[in-house]
C-alpha cells in the first residue's frame, strides 16, 4: 500500500488553554483538521497532575494534528509562541498517511 | 466541646475520615470523577435554591444589600494579610503568594454546605440570603491576589488573556448555578420547594456525605505533597483560616446577624477556593505553582474548617452574638 510522509504535532496544553491554540490551528489554512483527547494525568517539570475531582481547573488536554512539513515547523513555532508562560509540550514526529489530500 | 465532638461524630465529617483513611491505606475506593463533579453541581444547586426560596418567604430585599457590601470587602481585603503572612512565614514566590491570597480571599462553597448542614443539625437558624453573600465572595479576591503578585511588572497579560479572565470570572460556572439557583428558588418560592423538595431537601445529607468521602480520598492524596512543602505553609494554612474567621465574626456581628449567620460568615472568611480562583489563576498567573495552592486550600484548611474550624466559630459567634 501506498503511503505519503506527513509530520504530526502532539500539543498537550491545560483545558482552558486550548480553545486558544485551537482557534489558532482553526486560522492556519494548511491545517485541515485536529483531534483533541483528554488527558488522565502526567507528570513534567511543573509536578504530577492527577484528576482533582473538585476543579478541573488543571486538567489537560492532547491536541493531535497532522500537515505538512512546512506547515508543521510554522505551526510548532506559533503554538510555542502562543504558550509563553503557560505549561505545555509540543512534539513533532514523522508519520504516513494513505489519503495524501486529507492532511 | 459538645458541638465538637457531635461535629466529629456526624456523618458528613466520618464520611470524609473515611475518604481520608481510605486514601492513606491506599484502597482503591475511588468515586468515579464524572460522579463527583455532578453531587458538586448538585450541592451548589441545592444550597441556591433553598436560599432563594427563604428569601422568596421573607420577602425584603433591604437587609441584604450591607452584608453584601461587607462580604465583598472581605474577599478583596482577606488577601492583604493572607499574602503578608506568607512572605513572614514561608519562601514562596511572589507569584506563588498573590495566588495562594487569592485563594484564601475567596470561598469554598463546600465548607458553607457542611457548615449550614451542622448549624441544621443543631437547630440553629441562620439568614436565608447568605447563599448570595456566597457568590459574591467567590471573585473580588482574584483581583487582589493578581494585583499582589503583579506588583511592580509593567507588563500585564494581552487583551486576548484580559478577556478570558475576565470570561473565566464572570462565567464560572459554580457562580452561574449558585446565583441562577438561587433566583430560582426566589421566583418559584415555597410553590418551587414543594416540586423539588424529595431532591434538594431530602436527599441533601446522604448526597453530601458522598461527595464529601470523595473530598477525604482527595485530601489523602495531597498528603504526599506535604514533606516538601515546609513547615511555615503548613502553620500558614491553619492561622490563616482563624485569622479569616475572626473578621468574619466581627462582620457578622457589626451587621447584626443570628449567631447562625454570623458563623456562617467568619466560616466564608475561613475558607479557601479550590474551584473557582484555581480555574482563574491557571489564565491570569500560569508561573504560579498550582500544587502549593491545592495542597493549602484542599489539604489544609478544608479539613480543619470542616473538622475543628466550624463547630468553633458555632461557639465563637454563640459568645459573641447569642
Same mark, same amino acid.
Request: charged share 15%; net charge neutral; glycine share 10%.
Given at each position: 500500500?501506498?503511503?505519503?510522509?506527513?509530520?504530526?504535532?502532539?500539543?498537550?496544553?491545560?483545558?482552558?488553554?486550548?480553545?486558544?491554540?485551537?482557534?489558532?490551528?482553526?486560522?492556519?489554512?494548511?491545517?485541515?483538521?485536529?483531534?483533541?483527547?483528554?488527558?488522565?494525568?502526567?507528570?513534567?517539570?511543573?509536578?504530577?497532575?492527577?484528576?482533582?475531582?473538585?476543579?478541573?481547573?488543571?486538567?489537560?488536554?492532547?491536541?493531535?494534528?497532522?500537515?505538512?512539513?512546512?506547515?508543521?515547523?510554522?505551526?510548532?513555532?506559533?503554538?510555542?509562541?502562543?504558550?509563553?508562560?503557560?505549561?505545555?509540550?509540543?512534539?513533532?514526529?514523522?508519520?504516513?498517511?494513505?489519503?495524501?489530500?486529507?492532511? | 466541646?459538645?458541638? /465538637?465532638?457531635?461535629?466529629?461524630?456526624?456523618?458528613?465529617?466520618?464520611?470524609?475520615?473515611?475518604?481520608?483513611?481510605?486514601?492513606?491505606?491506599?484502597?482503591?475506593?475511588?468515586?468515579?470523577?464524572?460522579?463527583?463533579?455532578?453531587?458538586?453541581?448538585?450541592?451548589?444547586? *441545592?444550597?441556591?435554591?433553598? *436560599?432563594?426560596?427563604?428569601?422568596?418567604?421573607?420577602?425584603?430585599?433591604?437587609?441584604?444589600?450591607?452584608?453584601?457590601?461587607?462580604?465583598?470587602?472581605?474577599?478583596?481585603?482577606?488577601?492583604?494579610?493572607?499574602?503578608?503572612?506568607?512572605?513572614?512565614?514561608?519562601?514562596? *514566590?511572589?507569584?506563588?503568594?498573590?495566588? @495562594?491570597?487569592?485563594?484564601?480571599?475567596?470561598?469554598?462553597?463546600?465548607?458553607?454546605?457542611?457548615?449550614?448542614?451542622?448549624?441544621?443539625?443543631?437547630?440553629?437558624?441562620?439568614?436565608?440570603?447568605?447563599?448570595?453573600?456566597?457568590?459574591?465572595?467567590?471573585?473580588?479576591?482574584?483581583?487582589?491576589?493578581?494585583?499582589?503578585?503583579?506588583?511592580?511588572?509593567?507588563?500585564?497579560?494581552?487583551?486576548?488573556?484580559?478577556?478570558?479572565?475576565?470570561?473565566?470570572?464572570?462565567?464560572?460556572?459554580?457562580?452561574?448555578?449558585?446565583?441562577?439557583?438561587?433566583?430560582?428558588?426566589?421566583?418559584?418560592?415555597?410553590?418551587?420547594?414543594?416540586?423539588?423538595?424529595?431532591?434538594?431537601?431530602?436527599?441533601?445529607?446522604?448526597?453530601?456525605?458522598?461527595?464529601?468521602?470523595?473530598?477525604?480520598?482527595?485530601?489523602?492524596?495531597?498528603?504526599?505533597?506535604?514533606?516538601?512543602?515546609?513547615?511555615?505553609?503548613?502553620?500558614?494554612?491553619?492561622?490563616?483560616?482563624?485569622?479569616?474567621?475572626?473578621?468574619?465574626?466581627? /462582620?457578622?456581628?457589626?451587621?447584626?446577624? *443570628?449567631?447562625?449567620?454570623?458563623?456562617?460568615?467568619?466560616?466564608?472568611?475561613?475558607?479557601?477556593?479550590? @474551584?473557582?480562583?484555581?480555574?482563574?489563576?491557571?489564565?491570569?498567573?500560569?508561573?504560579?505553582?498550582?500544587?502549593?495552592?491545592?495542597?493549602?486550600?484542599?489539604?489544609?484548611?478544608?479539613?480543619?474548617?470542616?473538622?475543628?474550624?466550624?463547630?468553633?466559630?458555632?461557639?465563637?459567634?454563640?459568645?459573641?452574638?447569642?
Amino acid at each position: 500500500m501506498q503511503t505519503y510522509k506527513r509530520k504530526r504535532l502532539e500539543i498537550v496544553v491545560e483545558k482552558r488553554r486550548a480553545p486558544a491554540v485551537l482557534d489558532l490551528l482553526d486560522r492556519e489554512p494548511g491545517i485541515t483538521g485536529w483531534t483533541m483527547l483528554p488527558c488522565i494525568g502526567g507528570r513534567g517539570h511543573t509536578g504530577t497532575r492527577l484528576p482533582e475531582g473538585a476543579t478541573d481547573a488543571l486538567d489537560t488536554v492532547l491536541i493531535l494534528v497532522v500537515t505538512s512539513e512546512e506547515v508543521a515547523h510554522r505551526t510548532m513555532a506559533a503554538v510555542l509562541e502562543l504558550l509563553e508562560e503557560f505549561v505545555g509540550v509540543v512534539l513533532m514526529g514523522d508519520v504516513e498517511v494513505a489519503r495524501p489530500a486529507h492532511f | 466541646m459538645d458541638a /465538637a465532638l457531635a461535629n466529629l461524630l456526624s456523618p458528613p465529617v466520618l464520611c470524609f475520615l473515611l475518604g481520608l483513611l481510605a486514601g492513606i491505606v491506599r484502597s482503591d475506593l475511588e468515586v468515579p470523577e464524572a460522579v463527583a463533579r455532578s453531587l458538586a453541581l448538585y450541592l451548589i444547586f *441545592s444550597i441556591g435554591f433553598k *436560599s432563594g426560596v427563604e428569601l422568596a418567604a421573607n420577602g425584603d430585599l433591604r437587609p441584604l444589600l450591607a452584608p453584601l457590601l461587607v462580604a465583598a470587602g472581605l474577599s478583596l481585603f482577606l488577601p492583604l494579610p493572607a499574602f503578608g503572612l506568607l512572605r513572614l512565614l514561608t519562601r514562596v *514566590s511572589r507569584v506563588d503568594a498573590g495566588a @495562594i491570597a487569592a485563594h484564601y480571599g475567596s470561598v469554598s462553597i463546600v465548607t458553607y454546605v457542611a457548615a449550614t448542614s451542622f448549624l441544621s443539625s443543631r437547630g440553629i437558624v441562620f439568614e436565608g440570603f447568605l447563599a448570595a453573600v456566597v457568590a459574591v465572595m467567590e471573585t473580588p479576591a482574584i483581583l487582589t491576589g493578581l494585583l499582589l503578585a503583579r506588583a511592580g511588572e509593567t507588563a500585564g497579560p494581552d487583551a486576548r488573556r484580559r478577556r478570558e479572565l475576565v470570561h473565566e470570572i464572570l462565567a464560572n460556572g459554580s457562580v452561574v448555578l449558585l446565583l441562577g439557583s438561587f433566583a430560582i428558588g426566589m421566583l418559584t418560592g415555597s410553590d418551587g420547594m414543594r416540586r423539588l423538595e424529595s431532591v434538594v431537601a431530602s436527599g441533601f445529607q446522604g448526597l453530601l456525605c458522598f461527595f464529601l468521602l470523595d473530598m477525604g480520598l482527595l485530601v489523602a492524596r495531597r498528603f504526599a505533597g506535604f514533606a516538601t512543602m515546609g513547615a511555615g505553609l503548613l502553620a500558614f494554612g491553619v492561622l490563616m483560616p482563624l485569622l479569616g474567621a475572626s473578621a468574619g465574626l466581627a /462582620a457578622g456581628w457589626l451587621l447584626g446577624l *443570628s449567631v447562625g449567620g454570623t458563623a456562617l460568615f467568619a466560616t466564608l472568611a475561613a475558607s479557601a477556593s479550590y @474551584i473557582a480562583v484555581p480555574a482563574a489563576m491557571r489564565l491570569a498567573l500560569p508561573r504560579a505553582n498550582p500544587s502549593l495552592s491545592l495542597s493549602l486550600a484542599l489539604g489544609i484548611t478544608f479539613p480543619f474548617n470542616l473538622v475543628v474550624g466550624i463547630p468553633l466559630y458555632v461557639a465563637a459567634a454563640d459568645r459573641l452574638v447569642g
